[in-house]
């Protein structure tokens, strides 16, 4: 039975959407003394906790971690056999707290923030509307601020038959428990990539249908091929320069197959399209403070809505950085910004690199993809720091010169590049592709950050034998060719 009961509440902060970001936000402005309540619709810990980055890092941990084995002597014939799906997907269900969300809810309430379980939608100025499971209605009031956190979902293009074909979203790429036989991955994104490079392993046939001509588009174009090739080398079918055209699959279930532009056709037991991001803002009230319904929300530095002197919009919905860890840095700047515009400082030119601006959002935002091999970039590629107009030099290193990459992996195989400012002699972007970069990341990002001048980073040297040694190689091709 459905019951409607109006309730207002009083807090210092509301927030619409539990996901990282979210709850990063109030964990925030909680710990400056503010008050706060946050709403979820779904689960405390949002799409990247259950449907996201846990899951598939979840599927992808024993695909890498076997494939590492398989390189090193002595060990390599004991993990020949095949993947455990069962087992792999158990992981992955303990990993998401098996799509429960009772240990976020209990960590919400230790740190005193009222949850409010409903649909949330702006209603005008400071106000959120909360509708709960059982049809009550909760008014919530804010006296500094509201932070739209409520994240993105999986775009779809809008091809004919997609609609009815059931395809394979972001969603049920990581929430499945049975392999298909053979799965269509289209886009050769970062989810197209890693999902690509979990099924196959688990035993799926993979054809990946990329409408460009390389995977990754957004790092250097040697990371994407080398994903690629490596991905063929598997078994994989790989095609660039394709596009679908329309999609059938009659009765939703079954076979499905793809008609592609010049009208080959390619069928497959599942398709998944990976074919990038929708804000989440369709239905969250915007149009009751004059914004336009299902729109991304610009912001500025401290990631306040341009225009407004209380509305705040956080993580993937500002589109700034789609990633979990920049929303969650996002969210500590966001949460200082509203701590002392509430306490009268009106932070008026917000400084870059200070304690209320996300600057790095614009050159300095890392990324780990867990594909096999694995790729890693921080900061503006070679071409985009020449499209941005720097004096720039690319440093390329192939990682087999590195003594502690042979030792990880026999017949490692790695590539790494540094783009130079030639001005400021500083990092402006670093990339790495091979077994295990992902952990040789954050010394970049802290490189192009801090833009440590190439003269000093001579002074920091890496351990031997580990894979680090690359940093040595990147700076010795530097001097060398200067
Ligand atoms: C397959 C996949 C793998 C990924 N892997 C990684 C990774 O390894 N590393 C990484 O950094 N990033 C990864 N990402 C990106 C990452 O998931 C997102 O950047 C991150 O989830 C964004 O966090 P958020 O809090 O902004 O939004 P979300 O996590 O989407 O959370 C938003 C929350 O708001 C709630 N909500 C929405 N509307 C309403 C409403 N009206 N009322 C109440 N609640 C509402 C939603 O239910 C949700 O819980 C991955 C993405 C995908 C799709
Ligand atoms: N490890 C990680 O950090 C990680 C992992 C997964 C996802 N993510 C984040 O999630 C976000 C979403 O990932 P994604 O892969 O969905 O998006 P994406 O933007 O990375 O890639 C989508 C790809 O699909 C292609 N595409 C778009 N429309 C198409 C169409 N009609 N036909 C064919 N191709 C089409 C695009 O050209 C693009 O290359 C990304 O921004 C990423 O940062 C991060």
Known sequence: MTRTVENAHAYDVVVLGAGPVGENVVDRVRAAGLTAAIVESELLGGECSYWACMPSKALLRPVLARSDARRVPGLAEAVRRPLDAPAVFAH????????????????????????????????GPRRVAVEGPEGERHLLTARHAVAVCTGSRAALPPLPGLAGARPWTSREATSADRVPGRLLVVGGGVVGVEMATAWHALGAHVTMLVRGDGLLPRME????????????????????????????????????????EGGETVEGDEVLFATGRAPRTEDVGLETVGLEPGSWLDVDDTLRVTGSDWLYAVGDVNRRALLTHQGKYQARIAGAAIAARAAGDPLDGAAPWGPYAATADYGAVPQVVFSDPEAAAVGLSLAEAGHAGYRVRAVDVDMRSVAGAGLYAQGYSGAARLVVDLDREVLLGASFVGPAVGELLHAATVAVTAEVPLSRLWHAVPSYPTISEVWLRLLEAYRDRA
């Open 92 to 123: 992955r269900d303990e990993t998401v707290g098996h799509w429960k969300d009772d240990g976020q809810a209990d960590w919400l309430g230790s740190i005193g923030v009222r949850v409010f379980r409903g649909h949330g939608r702006l209603d």
């Open 221 to 260: 174009p040697f990371v994407g091929e080398r994903i690629a090739g490596a991905l063929r080398a598997r078994g994989a079918d790989v095609r660039t320069g394709v596009a679908v055209e329309a999609v059938v699959r009659d009765g939703g279930s079954g076979p499905v197959t793809l008609v592609l």
